[in-house]
């Protein structure tokens, strides 16, 4: 079995081109001898100031004698024009024999100028497992450098004819294999990371979903307050689900409509889930009345009808799970366990460091209360920031094991400068690998005092962002566009691989901007850039600083 590095890749979970690229790599581990090594680019690539400089290649095989094959692999069709092979993306088309050899110059140049006394062997090869090419002399590439559909199960075959093992070895193999493995500074690559990142996140923080469930008292209150990432809404998904499963009829109700609005979309049909407002708003109208949004005082109508409603035997529930509880009144929570069918089960979950309104503690008197201060679903780069900002004591959990995304802080003068910058960091963060769906980005004010959601493009960008309506059947209404653009307020309960949190501004430290910072930042699963006010980055660099001293 032939060497692989980095390692790790069997553990891995991919899709379409990637998980193609990852069946070849198993091809190669176990086709060829041990005294091989198989360097692949499926889910690494190296990352300098925030682009990829490794290319095309997806991976390069050093024989025992220190030869080295660069392997370029296309799934999929392939088209024969008179300029050679071309390879479809999206719109664009791409010659692949100018591609392997952009890329294998690239290399070779990088390869001369870490080994200059030194002359290697740099041979390409083109490896379609899915196309048959019918014209091998006109594809641009050497017919015998091609391995096709049709000749894709002597692939190993043929590598070992182009890479003899009984070759003289080079004297000068281990200096190849230090700048492959040392120089090219191998890090995760972003597609296939994402998918890993969130299998992984699932995995640990569904722990509080396995052992919060196991908890048994009566009546059943149970009250689980838990940090960002912890799994909260993991929990509620598995708790709607038992109920369901035991014939009971469940109730999820959170503050935030964009939250909502995610759960509603995954959860099993069978129980009721909404906003507060929205449920108020359907018990409304199954009395008979209309709401009227458009007149002053809408919502508070709203709910001093709630407060006065008496619901009959279909309007209850038998399991009541209540999201985001630091961001509701007292009332309310009388409210909604009144629709509770008794003895029934009642579940509480909040976070205090997401409390964005300035709300009053809920007091739950008799309640069962559970805490989960540990977050799995932000890298630890990021949580080490983080934690630097937070007062003694208030700080979070590292639970991923995630590294290496390192935070970036840029500044802006002005709005002028806010728009240039945000857009430079979107066009930053495509370079890094992150797809545009994977990108979200977040402004620290609310949307009527933002600047960016005036804009419905920056730059080449387009925006999906909120309009504002609603569809027939209660959708959101989103504009087209690739990047969303999403408040904090909003974007609370979600999360990205990549998250902008831009347009943060703020004058002094205090307790609701630190409350903002701590939503805004846990939102990230994989990389986190701050677009900060000179003033705010003052303020930040200072804590950032004095944090640092303490702890030395």
Not at 115 to 120: A, H, I, N
Not at 146 to 158: C, F, M, Q, S, T
Not at 229 to 247: C, P
Request: proline share 6%; hydrophobic share 40%; net charge negative.
């Amino acid at each position: 079995m032939a060497k692989v590095i980095p390692e790790g890749w069997r553990e891995m979970t991919a899709v379409g081109a990637a998980q193609r690229e990852l069946e070849t790599l198993a091809v190669l581990a176990d086709g060829l001898p041990e005294d091989y090594t198989v360097y692949h680019g499926v889910h690494w690539t190296r990352i300098q100031h925030g682009f990829a400089l490794v290319g095309e290649i997806d991976f390069a095989i050093v024989s025992p004698a220190g030869k080295l094959l660069l392997i370029e692999q296309k799934s999929g069709f392939l088209n024969e024009t008179p300029e050679g092979l071309v390879k479809v993306y999206a719109s664009k088309e791409k010659l692949v024999a100018s591609q392997m050899v952009r890329s294998a110059d690239a290399l070779h140049q990088r390869l001369r100028l870490f080994c200059p006394d030194t002359q290697f062997s740099v041979d390409s090869l083109l490896f379609c497992p899915d196309y048959t090419v019918k014209q091998p002399g006109s594809a641009g590439i050497a017919p015998e450098r091609i391995v096709d559909a049709k000749r894709r199960d002597y692939l190993v075959h043929i590598i070992k004819s182009i890479l003899p093992a009984s070759e003289p070895l080079n004297p000068q193999t281990a200096k190849l294999h230090r700048f492959l493995g040392d120089q090219l500074n191998l890090v995760p690559e972003v597609n296939a990371v994402v998918g890993q990142a969130k299998t992984l996140y699932t995995r640990l923080s569904g722990g509080l979903t396995q052992w919060a469930r196991q908890i048994e008292c009566e009546p059943f209150r149970l009250r689980v307050i838990g940090t960002a990432g912890s799994g909260k809404t993991q929990l509620a998904l598995a708790v709607f689900r038992d109920a369901l499963a035991a014939g009971r009829r469940p109730l999820y109700v959170c503050y935030n409509r964009p939250l909502a609005d995610h759960v509603a979309l995954i959860a099993p049909p069978g129980g009721e889930v909404a906003t507060y407002h929205q449920l108020a708003d359907r018990i409304f109208r199954q009395s008979g009345q209309v709401p009227d949004f458009r007149q002053p005082g809408a919502f508070a109508r709203l709910e001093d009808f709630f407060t006065g409603y008496v619901p009959d035997e279909d309007g209850l529930f038998d399991e009541i799970i209540i999201d985001e509880g630091q961001d509701f009144e007292p009332q309310w929570k009388d409210n909604l366990l009144k629709l509770q069918r008794l003895p029934g089960r009642a579940w509480w979950l909040e976070d205090p460091m997401q409390n964005l309104y300035g709300r009053p503690p809920i007091e739950l008197p008799g309640w069962v209360a559970i805490r989960s201060e540990t977050n799995y679903r932000s890298p630890q780069d990021i949580l080490d920031h983080l934690n630097r900002l937070l007062p003694a004591g208030q700080g979070v959990e590292t639970g991923s094991p995630l590294t290496g995304s390192e935070v970036e802080i840029i500044t802006y003068d002005d709005p002028a400068d806010l728009i240039a910058q945000t857009k430079r960091a979107i066009t930053q963060s495509i370079a890094a690998g992150f797809k545009r769906d994977m990108i979200a980005l977040v402004t620290y004010r609310g949307r009527e005092k933002s600047l960016l959601i005036a804009h419905d493009q920056l730059g080449p960008y387009p925006l999906r962002k909120f309009t504002g309506n609603y569809d027939l059947l209660g959708n959101p209404v989103f504009s087209d566009g690739d990047v969303l653009l999403e408040s904090v307020y909003r974007f609370k309960g979600q999360a990205a691989p990549c998250v902008i949190f831009t347009e943060i501004d703020f004058e002094v430290l205090d307790e609701l901007v630190l409350r903002k910072l701590f939503v805004g930042v846990t939102r990230a699963t994989i990389k986190l850039i701050l677009i900060v006010s000179e003033r705010a980055a003052r303020n930040l660099i200072e804590r950032l600083s004095d944090s640092f001293n303490e702890a030395v």
